[in-house]
């Protein structure tokens, strides 16, 4: 009987490491892609050119305070604070001291942020974006008042939740399968010593 309690111990560490139901529960950032400039400026509560004069932060997020240039979206002052998560893995953006960016940012909690899952980038990299802006003109001449609310919806389902529930559905599966074959043998192996003697 201990030969089989050892067995039976062995074979479920071996199963417990396999399905991964010791691990903790990481997240990582996981982004549906962005829409088109108009798309993701609609669903965001500001846009705006801005340059980096201030960078602060505590355990959590990055902090970045920008002189605006040029806005698009939004009631700004001539110098704004954006926050985003401290890291990418948290889906949070890189500012960098002295350097241009275009911003989309939401509001959250009353303050603005923005992450790496919108079309905030270098403003170097964002000609494509501003050409685009430019034609929708909404700057500064009143039509803004027509455009969404500061609150973005999501018209999709979070595809990274769904997955998620999916692979936790077909882990507790395994584990039960798992178990039952594991009672299974156990039985059997029983059995059989007790014929044996």
Same mark, same amino acid.
């Given at each position: 009987?201990?030969?089989?309690?050892?067995?039976?111990?062995?074979?479920?560490?071996?199963?417990l490491a396999v399905s991964g139901w010791w691990r903790l529960d990481v997240q990582a950032c996981s982004c549906v892609?962005?829409? !088109?400039?108009?798309?993701?400026?609609d669903?965001?509560?500001?846009?705006?050119?801005?340059?980096?004069?201030?960078?602060?932060? !505590?355990?959590n997020q990055q902090i970045a305070t920008l002189h605006v240039s040029k806005r698009w979206k939004g009631d700004l002052d001539p110098e704004l604070t954006v926050y985003t998560a401290l890291s990418g893995a948290a889906c949070g953006f890189d500012f960098?001291?002295?350097?241009?960016?275009?911003?989309?940012?939401?509001?959250?909690?009353?303050?603005?942020?923005?992450?790496?899952?919108s079309r905030t980038k270098l403003l170097s990299e964002a000609q494509a974006d501003l050409d685009v802006l430019n034609k929708r003109m909404w700057m500064m001449d009143g039509a803004e008042?027509?455009?969404?609310? !500061?609150?973005?919806?999501?018209s999709t389902p979070d595809s990274k939740e769904t997955a998620d529930q999916k692979e936790r559905g077909t882990s507790a599966w395994l584990v039960v399968g798992t178990a039952?074959?594991?009672?299974?043998?156990?039985?059997i192996v029983g059995a059989r010593q007790r014929k044996g003697k």
């Open positions: 009987m201990k030969r089989a309690c050892i067995m039976l111990g062995v074979i479920m560490g071996f199963i892609p962005s829409g !088109d400039p108009i798309k993701e400026a669903k965001s509560s500001a846009v705006f050119v801005g340059k980096v004069v201030k960078l602060e932060g !505590d355990a960098e001291m002295e350097k241009e960016y275009l911003v989309y940012a939401t509001k959250e909690n009353g303050h603005l942020t923005t992450t790496i899952c008042n027509n455009q969404p609310s !500061d609150t973005p919806t999501n039952l074959l594991l009672i299974t043998m156990t039985l």
